[in-house]
């Protein structure tokens, strides 16, 4: 049986799919001289500059936001001496605290 259908797809015809020709359109722009000066400060130089000033807002919305969540804790906000100064926090400090164990039942109770 299925070499009865391998044969029978190989000596199959292939449908012809008809498409109708579509009418050639020139597409072009014409761009003058300005036009192309204008278009190459933009790509050159006001789409990289506004990406590096988004960078620089983002940076010290950040940063302004580090130090405001040292204020609100009632702490000095660290300066670079005393990041230095300070030494590196334990994974112990880092970790969660342990779930505590289930008592176990006392034997007084049994009796």
Same mark, same amino acid.
């Given at each position: 049986?299925?070499?009865?259908?391998?044969?029978?797809?190989?000596?199959?015809?292939?449908?012809?799919? !008809?498409?109708? !020709?579509?009418?050639?359109?020139?597409?072009? *722009? =014409? *761009? %003058?001289?300005?036009?192309?000066?204008? *278009?190459?400060?933009?790509?050159?130089? @006001? *789409? +990289?500059?506004? #990406?590096?000033?988004?960078?620089?807002?983002?940076?010290?919305? =950040? =940063?302004?936001?580090?130090?405001? #969540? @040292?204020?609100?804790?009632?702490?000095?906000?660290? %300066?670079?001496?005393?990041? $230095?100064?300070?030494?590196? #926090? %334990?994974?112990?400090? !880092?970790?969660? +605290? $342990?779930?505590?164990?289930?008592? #176990?039942?006392? !034997?007084?109770?049994?009796?």
């Amino acid at each position: 049986m299925l070499v009865e259908n391998a044969i029978a797809w190989l000596s199959a015809k292939p449908q012809v799919l !008809d498409v109708p !020709d579509h009418q050639k359109v020139a597409a072009g *722009i =014409r *761009i %003058t001289e300005s036009s192309r000066g204008e *278009i190459q400060r933009f790509v050159l130089a @006001y *789409i +990289p500059l506004a #990406a590096v000033l988004l960078g620089l807002v983002v940076f010290f919305m =950040r =940063r302004s936001g580090e130090r405001a #969540a @040292y204020v609100s804790k009632g702490a000095k906000a660290p %300066t670079k001496k005393a990041e $230095a100064s300070e030494p590196a #926090a %334990t994974e112990e400090e !880092d970790a969660p +605290p $342990a779930p505590r164990k289930p008592k #176990a039942k006392s !034997d007084k109770k049994r009796k």
